[in-house]
């Protein structure tokens, strides 16, 4: 019997649902390192064993899944293993931070095949864009891999976007990125595909594709970066919004004594929890010198990385500023939680691991005593399974999910005629 009944998306056995219902079979093998047999997978997904004989077939024809021997489960004859192929489709996944740029090639199972990062170049969109499409052509050239395998390219962005036209609006951290056709703009100078991506819903996309607990299907993802935003999860399929710009949640007031916002209001958590915000404060409470360094991105990162190191080492006031941090990041997560009722909070992005410590033994107890529901269960808290290259990973991952996963939105009628 299959183990992962739970996590397994259900197949329909009415016509015209082919698509679908190949995609339900080939995530059920993927999320089965071990392989699956036909029955299994018509246990699983509830279609018949003519639709898993039919589908399957299909699979092999594509090469996207193999034969991996026989062998005896339960009564009766033995049964032939399906294994994901993972070889046979890639994607690459890149990740535009203010301060730095990650690249990541990932096979059919997510797995990180090659990687690289640098610091994002100052300047002009264009001079940053010229970079990033430089990465990508190392990247390939460096895995060796064959270019027809790899299916296309996930940029995970700072928002707002403008999903549709593959445009990057305004981002706050991004000086000058004034619409600007970051879709169009590398797809045509790497002649592949290309998916914009929100850098918060690509790092939630990456915990639902590598994700440990998969019998979880929402989860709210807090994603601390040069900003701070959510990715949202619900039923196992990403909420990206009307726009898709969903998880804004800068102005959501975390301190009403705190500093003056830009949007006319005071304690906003995009100026007390960001890491800029942070290293203002040590700087003003005299736990960092005031070396009246820049508030570039690679500056606030250095001066970031060296209050953690202090906190690391002993120094209670550098610690006691962090401390006050989760705590002030606990308002807003509790409001996000107890409005959505989701099952688990997941924290991640390129701060996370410096965090990780400080966050895991203050936050959980906040948001106990926050919790609306503390009566009938806890809620579970965890750092991402994906590392600080999740948003990334989940780029890369966002392309092979619009390729290959199963999504109830493709079931709707488009029109009476469809």
Not at 70 to 95: E, F, S, W, Y
Not at 105 to 121: F, K, M, N, S
Not at 330 to 357: C, H, K, Q
């Amino acid at each position: 019997m299959m183990t992962d009944d739970a996590a397994l998306r259900r197949g329909t056995n009415q016509p015209r649902m082919g698509d679908f219902n190949q995609s339900v079979v080939l995530e059920a093998i993927r999320r089965a390192p071990q392989g699956l047999s036909r029955v299994e997978l018509a246990e699983g997904t509830g279609l018949s064993a003519q639709a898993v004989t039919n589908i399957t077939r299909r699979l092999l024809e594509q090469g996207l899944v193999v034969e991996a021997g026989r062998t005896i489960r339960g009564p009766g004859k033995p049964r032939t293993m399906l294994r994901l192929d993972p070889t046979r489709q890639l994607a690459i996944g890149v990740h535009l931070d203010p301060a730095v740029m990650t690249f990541v090639l990932l096979d059919l199972a997510g797995e990180v095949i090659a990687q690289a990062a640098e610091r994002t170049p100052t300047g002009t969109p264009r001079r940053i864009i010229d970079a990033i499409v430089r990465a990508i052509e190392e990247l390939i050239v460096r895995s060796g891999v064959d270019r027809t395998l790899i299916v296309g390219v996930g940029v995970a962005s700072p928002g707002p976007l403008d999903v549709a036209g593959g445009t990057v609006i305004d981002p706050p951290k991004l000086a000058g990125w004034h619409r600007v056709p970051l879709r169009d703009a590398i797809s045509a100078a790497t002649g592949l595909p290309l998916l914009l991506e929100k850098d918060t819903t690509a790092a939630a996309v990456a915990e639902l594709w590598r994700g440990s607990d998969q019998d979880v299907p929402s989860f709210l993802f807090v994603y601390l970066g040069t900003g701070i935003g959510v990715g949202l999860v619900r039923r196992h399929e990403i909420v990206r919004g009307s726009s898709g710009n969903a998880g804004e949640v800068g102005h959501i007031i975390v301190d009403p004594d705190g500093p003056l916002c830009g949007c006319g209001l005071r304690g906003c958590l995009g100026v007390v929890c960001t890491p800029q915000a942070l290293v203002e404060r040590a700087e003003h409470a005299g736990v960092l010198e005031d070396t009246r360094l820049g508030s570039d991105p690679e500056s606030v990162d250095a001066r970031f990385d060296e209050l953690c190191r202090r906190a690391a080492a002993g120094d209670a006031a550098a610690q006691r500023l962090l401390d006050r941090n989760a705590e002030q990041l606990s308002v807003a997560i509790s409001a996000l939680t107890n409005m959505l009722d989701i099952d688990r909070v997941v924290f991640g992005g390129p701060y996370w691991s410096r965090l990780a410590e400080t966050y895991l033994r203050v936050v959980p107890q906040r948001l106990q005593e926050q919790s609306a529901t503390r009566a009938i269960r806890r809620l579970p808290v965890a750092g991402t399974v994906a590392g600080d290259d999740v948003a990334a990973i989940g780029a890369a991952c966002a392309v092979l999910d619009a390729v290959h996963s199963p999504h109830t939105s493709s079931l709707y009628l488009s029109s009476p005629e469809a």
